[in-house]
């Protein structure tokens, strides 16, 4: 990972940390989802123990994980923590990491996830995410990604939200709160997420009280 590809903002609290996806690892599991699951499959099935309202959501098997992902989520969050705190990590636990298919009037509510550290990156996003309802009057939303953290004051907002780009990739604390919204026209918005622990004396920043 190189450092000077990864950006990190902080339009809140936690930052947020935003770099493109390797091209050849977007190919290969969009490959592997293309060749090996059926839209309307059980195979991988990761849903059950996750927030989004989607057709799909595939928990990666070992041998695309091994094929490049781990490397790169590993890099990505050893850069993203050393520029945002000036500390390095010595572990990386991937945890799970998964697909999200997601099709017309489909969403993902409020959620955080497990471990230390998550991310979001695209994989596949559909020609048109559909009409606003009020176009002159308001922007279109459909399909963004929300962030969150504590309320609307003063010189900070609370909110971030993002139109999805094919290959950026997002990652942050798993207790940032998130939501995609649902979109209303036809093709497939993917996208590619991880949960994943890093060294615990990093993580709690208790641990020294």
């Known amino acids: 990972m190189n450092n000077s590809t990864l950006k990190i903002i902080r339009p809140f609290g936690p930052p947020l940390g935003i770099t493109p996806m390797p091209t050849d690892l977007i190919a290969k599991i969009n490959h592997f989802i293309d060749e090996k699951i059926d839209k ?3 195979d991988y099935d990761h849903g059950k123990h996750l927030a989004g309202q989607v057709s799909q959501e595939i928990k990666l098997p070992k041998e695309i994980i091994d094929d490049g992902l ?10 993203y923590i050393e520029n945002s705190i000036g500390k390095k990590i010595t572990k990386f636990e991937l945890i799970a990491s998964w697909v999200v298919r997601q099709f017309k009037n489909e969403y993902n509510p409020p959620h955080i996830h497990g471990g ?20 002159s009057k308001k922007s279109n939303t459909h399909g963004d990604i929300n962030f969150f953290h504590g309320s609307k004051q003063f010189l900070s907002m609370g909110t971030k939200s993002k139109k999805p780009i ?5 990652i942050f604390p798993n207790y ?7 979109f209303f026209s036809e093709g497939e918005r993917r996208s590619l997420s991880f949960n994943a622990n890093i060294d615990e004396n990093i993580y709690d920043v208790y641990s020294d009280h």
Request: charged share 10%; no cysteine; hydrophobic share 40%.
């Open 40 to 42: 309307n499959s059980s």
């Open 70 to 79: 781990l490397t790169f989520l590993s890099a990505l969050t050893s850069a």
């Open 116 to 135: 230390h550290i998550s991310g979001v990156g695209y994989l596949k996003i559909p020609d048109s995410f559909g009409s606003s309802f009020q176009e």
């Open 166 to 170: 094919l290959g950026d990739f997002y």
């Open 176 to 182: 940032m709160t998130h939501s995609v919204n649902a």
